[in-house]
């Protein structure tokens, strides 16, 4: 599973960090969410929370791909 957020759609909202702060961060930089750098193991415990993200997202800037 991959995990992309379109920055460019991203606002900062902080939602996907809050159902899924196991996956995602907000960046120190722009203050938008990143992908938290992962081991394989770990980032398939998250596959539940990671869905939740894509759909707590308000503006649909997270993606899955199988
Ligand atoms: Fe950005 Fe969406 Fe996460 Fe909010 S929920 S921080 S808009 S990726």
Known sequence: ???????????GCGSCTAVCPELFELSGEDNK??????????????DKCAQEAVDICPVQAIEIEE
């Open 33 to 46: 969410a990143q992908v938290k750098e992962k081991t394989e193991g770990e980032a398939e415990m998250s």
């Open 1 to 11: 599973m991959n995990i992309k957020i379109d920055k460019e759609k991203c606002i």
